[in-house]
């Protein structure tokens, strides 16, 4: 006959159980958080299809390098006087396909900017698969100022204006060139690891636990570090500069509390945070265009020589 089950039997028994249950739960975990980090960090490439004569009829296709040797491409307007703008593209975009990037480049080249608008790394033309929510995309940025003052422009003559992931990007630019004569940010985060938290769910399917590891994974296996994406310190530390943050009311990507930590984050009197009514995400061109081109070009020509 079968030895009756005992207390002392079972209880080894559960532990095991539990331990490899334990252990299943933990590598399911860790395979899940392997295979989002691969998947969420990896570009939706948009063929560049917009026809720069839609911005002005001269141009000129360019190509330049990153300081890792990523291979970046884009456009070039040449302008009427010696300022320029470097436009940056936000994630699954590329260089001039959203209308607000075009609105913005029309705006600024009739002002007499050269336009100088490009693919980060993984985006359009250019090289690279791979987004890091501004950490190596900084690069690119700083590339393409180098790009300008190569062409004569002076680096204080030169804005950086972005929208979304390229406006975060833009401010994390100024670790790398900070003399650059002003900034503008569309529709900004003000750190990776919010920004992850807040639009990571909705963006992998995945249940907010899963974030943590996903974040892990990114770091250990592809060198992706969300605490490295801080345009929150980089405008702290940037107490001489003002600042023109743009953020729609109703944003429900990138929330408008990122603007109003931006802001706050900024010492100088004359940095302004304009909160738009009625619009989404990136839309505030959209729904108040005129207005929108008179504070852009307002707040550059009372910074720039």
Known sequence: MPRPLTLRGVVPYVLRLGGFTLAALAAAYVAVSVYAALQFSRVARTPVARDPSEIAQRHEDVAFAASDGTVLRGWYFPGASGRAVVLVHGKDANRLDSDGLAFVARTMHAAGYAILAFDLRGHGTSGGDRFSLGQHERKDVAAAVDHLVARGHGIGSIVLYGESMGASTALQALRLRPAVGAVVADSAYADGPT???EAGPSATGLPRVFTAG???????????????????????????RPFLFIHCEDDELIRVGHARRLRKASAHPDSELWV??????????????????????????????
Do not use: K, N, W
């Open 276 to 305: 738009v009514p009625g619009c989404g995400h990136c839309g505030a061109s959209g729904v108040a265009r005129a207005e929108y081109a008179l504070r852009v070009l307002a707040f550059l020509d009372a910074r720039l020589s």
């Open 214 to 240: 996903i974040m892990v994974a990114a770091r250990t296996l592809l060198g992706l570090d969300a605490d490295a994406v801080d345009p929150e310190r980089v405008v702290r530390d940037s107490p001489q």
């Open 195 to 197: 920004i992850i938290d």
